[in-house]
Structure formats: C-alpha cells, structure tokens
C-alpha cells in the first residue's frame, strides 16, 4: 500500500492520532512508527467518538527519514499528529532528496513540537490490520 491509501483506509488516517515512538533499521530500509490511532471520530457515541486503538505503521523500501527540529514542547507527553502527502514547499525548505517513480512522499505534523517528519518508501502497512476498515473501492 501508499500512504495515501493507508490515510484513506484507516478511520480517521493519521488525523488526531497521537505518536509513541519511531525507529528505523537502516540494513533493512523500514520505518516503525507506533501510534495510537483515533478510531471512531464519526461515532454518535460521545464515548466512542474519542476511542483510540494502539497500532504500528511499518514504512518499507525506506528513501529517506526527516525529522525537522522542534520549535515548541516538552518531549514529556505523547505528540498529537496529522499526516498528508510532502508538499513542494517542504521538499525544498528541507532539501529532501529526489526519489524515482513508484515511491511516495509523506509528512507528519507534530502538535506539540510545531515541526514535522518526512519521509519517503516503496509500501507501507499497518498492524493490527483491524486498522484497515476501508477498501480502496470505498
């Protein structure tokens, strides 16, 4: 999968998740980040609506891995996140390398440190695939 089908396919994509840890094996060419995923922001259940589930995005054929300096925070409490597609604007404020056809280009925003992450990779998936709740034909 894309990161644009993982932001599609999971309830709520990266929007108003929160970020607990990110590592990379740079033998392998992975990103690992862990997440804690908002899975019923559309829920009329108040309870519900405000539910999250603990799951992994695992980044394959890794390019690149930005992570731009925090201009605010603590570091002291998980960091609420938005993800979408690197826009031409970061790629040159962060002189990110150019990647060939087939690999996409992904950002996260990071609340909390005002900054974002960038990086780039051939597929992504997610763990548990419970996550996945839509098909691409959706």
């Not at 894309?2 to 396919?9: A, G, L, N, S, V």
């Not at 840890?21 to 740079?26: A, E, F, H, K, R």
């Not at 009329?44 to 405000?50: M, S, V």
């Not at 962060?94 to 990086?119: A, Q």
Request: overall charge negative; some cysteine.
């Amino acid at each position: 999968m894309t990161m644009k089908e993982i932001e599609f396919r999971t309830p709520n994509g990266l929007h108003d998740a929160y970020l607990l840890g990110i590592s990379t094996d740079y033998n392998k060419r992975t990103l690992r980040l862990d997440i804690d995923w908002l899975v019923a922001p559309t829920s009329k259940k108040y309870e519900e609506r405000n539910g999250y589930q603990f799951g992994s995005l695992f980044v394959s054929g890794l390019r690149y891995y930005v992570v731009e300096a925090p201009v605010l925070g603590n570091g002291e409490s998980p960091d609420q996140i938005n993800g979408f597609e690197t826009d031409v604007d970061a790629i040159e404020r962060c002189k990110l390398p150019d990647v060939e056809e087939g690999i996409f280009r992904h950002s996260i925003y990071l609340g909390y440190w005002e900054s974002f992450i960038h990086f780039a990779g051939s597929s992504a998936e997610v763990h548990p695939s419970n996550l996945l709740v839509r098909d691409m034909e959706a």
